[in-house]
């Protein structure tokens, strides 16, 4: 398993956390999309590893950017990112999603993390 050094670290969920999202951008113009559903399979301060039964048209040269509402302990988020793989899985696909949000954010995350964990243990 290779990891990244500069990642803080990815927590993968046992079960999925339901989210929802939508496309605000492709190809750096403007877009509105109604809100999909996605999966979060795991969560790092910097990004996720998303599942959906839905084909966003990604491709390395045409960048999407998305906003992704999900919840995590009592706290809901929002976050903008941008798609930056995807693989065809099970019946549907894996998205590979980098954050835009600063580091108090990522900080937040972390914390979040720190609780879920405590609780899931418990």
Do not use: C
Request: hydrophobic share 40%; no cysteine.
């Amino acid at each position: 398993m290779r990891y990244n050094r500069n990642e803080a670290f990815r927590f993968a969920f046992k079960e999925p956390l339901n989210a929802r999202f939508s496309i605000y951008e492709v190809n750096g113009k403007a877009v509105e999309t109604t809100e999909g559903e996605i999966q979060l399979l795991d969560l790092s301060p910097s990004g996720s590893k998303v599942y959906s039964e839905l084909n966003i048209p990604f491709k390395e040269n045409n960048p999407v950017k998305i906003v992704m509402h999900f919840q995590l302990n009592e706290e809901s988020y929002q976050f903008k990112g941008k798609i930056v793989w995807k693989k065809v899985w099970s019946d549907g696909f894996m998205y590979g999603v980098s954050f835009l949000i600063n580091e108090d954010m990522q900080q937040e995350i972390v914390k979040q993390l720190k609780v879920y964990v405590k609780n899931v243990k418990n």
